[in-house]
């Protein structure tokens, strides 16, 4: 079996590689917690393209229920059909669609599948999906199918932190807190993204950036994702690195509060 060694275009530390690959050998999910901008999501995308296997997103809101990741039994369109004469609303297994975790299970290969984002979901979300995702298995009562997965898939699960997840949940996944990027590390971030910005102009964007993040009182500091847009539009503007310390120039693209410009006290 393949093992992840990061991408070319995805920096990944050992700690965070070791647990990948735990995840993959134990068939369990991965939770990957860590403050936005830190590229959980961009993980899946990369651990996908790293081991060859297709890439599911199951992107989740506040509304999201569990079982719309296994399947949907569309009813509404059921109910037109017996209106307009359309279909066999006698064959309800037309109208059972399977969720992103359901094609998985059912798929002919191993997949990827990414829950993103788990704690914008109400309190019963993880639960609910408990025996799912250990067993990897569930039940279409509809129609009576069970469909057990025919691979296991990796199964990358983000959080934000915005709400505990249920310690039975946590039992049953590997977890990993990306940490923010320190200096050299985000180098080579950047280096992926940026390979000619001049050294000059790294570190002072560096000075600037990190600076900013050390600040008490910011509502939301500036995350690895809006230090690139940053970087990018500095390199493109013809910005001296003089400028970037004397100036700040485009500070709404790292600083997304009216109370944090003040906190910062930028001069525009």
């Known amino acids: 079996m393949s093992t992840f060694q990061g991408t070319d275009r995805y920096i990944a530390d050992d700690g965070l590689l070791a647990d ?3 995840a993959v050998v134990l068939g369990r999910p991965l939770l990957v917690k860590g403050e936005p901008g830190t590229g959980k999501t961009m993980l899946a995308g990369a651990v996908a393209e790293a081991l060859g296997m297709p890439l599911s997103v199951w992107s989740i809101k506040s509304t999201t229920k569990a079982v719309e990741g296994l399947y949907t039994y569309d009813v509404v369109q059921r109910l037109n059909d017996s209106r ?3 279909g ?23 997949e990827v599948v990414l ?11 993880p639960n609910d999906l408990l025996r799912e995702l250990d067993e990897m298995v569930f039940h279409i009562p509809e129609i009576d199918r069970t469909v057990k997965a025919k691979h296991r ?11 505990e997840l249920p310690d039975a949940f946590l039992r049953r996944c590997v977890f990993h807190y990306i940490a923010f990027p320190d200096r050299e590390r985000m180098k080579k ?8 910005l001049s050294e000059r102009l790294l570190e002072a964007a560096f000075t ?4 900013l993040r050390r600040l008490e009182g910011l509502r939301k500091k500036p995350s690895t994702s809006e230090l690139i847009d940053w970087l990018t539009v500095l390199v493109r503007s013809g910005v001296s690195p003089e400028d970037v310390m004397a100036k700040f120039p485009f500070p709404g693209i790292l600083l997304k509060q009216e109370a944090d410009l ?3 006290k930028v001069k525009r």
Not at 115 to 125: N, R, T, Y
Not at 189 to 196: F, G, K, Q, Y
Request: aromatic share 10%; net charge negative; no cysteine.
């Open 20 to 22: 990948v690959n735990a």
């Open 84 to 86: 307009f004469g359309t």
């Open 88 to 110: 066999d609303t006698s064959d309800i297994a037309r109208y059972i669609h399977l969720g992103t975790l359901g094609r998985a299970f059912d798929a002919e290969q191993r």
């Open 115 to 125: 829950i993103d984002e788990v704690d914008k979901a109400d309190l019963e979300f």
């Open 153 to 163: 898939p990796v199964v990358i699960i983000t959080s934000n932190a915005e709400k």
């Open 189 to 196: 971030i950047v280096a992926v993204h940026l390979p000619e």
């Open 208 to 211: 600037r950036f990190y600076g």
């Open 262 to 264: 003040e906190v910062a």
